[in-house]
């Protein structure tokens, strides 16, 4: 089993649509957790952290279930802009960090 | 100012040839990393370096050498290249050792796209 698994898609959603990913991790040591958005032919860059008592950013919500090991990302009333893929990062200490392999998310017009 | 910044942006070289990325990161963080992305686009952590202790993922090579002058660098040294070895190569630095779990975000360098030909 991979230690980082999400649903490679593609979401098509029209825009103004709520979309959900889930990222399941396999190590219960697992210590914190992090949603990154990668653009086409770009770094990665850090959309927000994922705290256990879940948090919200603008349109965005992040939540952790420690017990089920994984942690969702819902986006809501999605814009055009919002097209990327969306990669779930789990650190376990810094030699122990692991990419999900990503969630690419297409919206139309 | 751009916070990690690596370079070259792209590098076309021929199979056998031996090359170098460099990195250098402005954020006075004390781990910087070494990924690799692939074709299928699956990010893979391939060397992490903090206080000049380098954790080095069992998987990678041993023709890929980081090299490290300062806590600011961290440049990729590539020997001997392979087809195989063609993907985009993002550094990362990040302020944390993990154990301060608040300071772990990592900021990426742009890449560099490498073409084994």
């Known amino acids: 089993r991979k230690e980082v698994e999400q649903d490679p898609g593609p979401f098509n959603v029209p825009e103004g649509a709520t979309v959900a990913f889930n990222c399941t991790y396999s190590n219960s040591a697992s210590q914190s957790f992090f949603w990154y958005r990668q653009d086409c032919r770009k770094e990665p860059k850090l959309l927000m952290s994922?705290?256990?008592s879940g948090n919200e950013d603008g349109r965005f919500t992040a939540q952790l279930n420690r017990a089920s090991q994984y942690i969702s990302l819902l986006i809501r009333d999605s814009k055009l802009s919002d097209s990327a893929t969306y990669l779930c990062v789990v650190f376990r200490g810094y030699q122990k960090v692991t990419f999900g392999t990503g969630t690419k998310l297409q919206v139309i017009p | 100012d751009t916070a990690v910044s690596q370079t070259p942006k792209y590098l076309v070289t021929q199979m056998g040839n031996d090359k170098s990325i460099k990195c250098e990161q402005n954020l006075g963080h004390d781990t910087m990393y070494w990924y690799k992305q692939d074709s299928k686009k699956f990010l893979k952590i391939m060397f992490s370096y903090n206080n000049k202790e380098l954790i080095i993922n069992e998987t990678v090579p041993n023709r890929f050498s980081p090299k490290s002058p300062d806590k600011a660098h961290l440049n990729l040294h590539i020997n001997s290249l392979e087809l195989g070895d063609s993907a985009v190569y993002f550094c990362?630095?990040?302020?944390?050792?993990?154990?301060?779990?608040?300071?772990?975000?990592?900021?990426f360098g742009q890449g560099t796209r490498l073409t084994v030909v």
């Open positions: 990362a630095s990040s302020a944390g050792t993990g154990v301060k779990l608040e300071r772990t975000e990592a900021f």
């Open positions: 994922v705290y256990s």
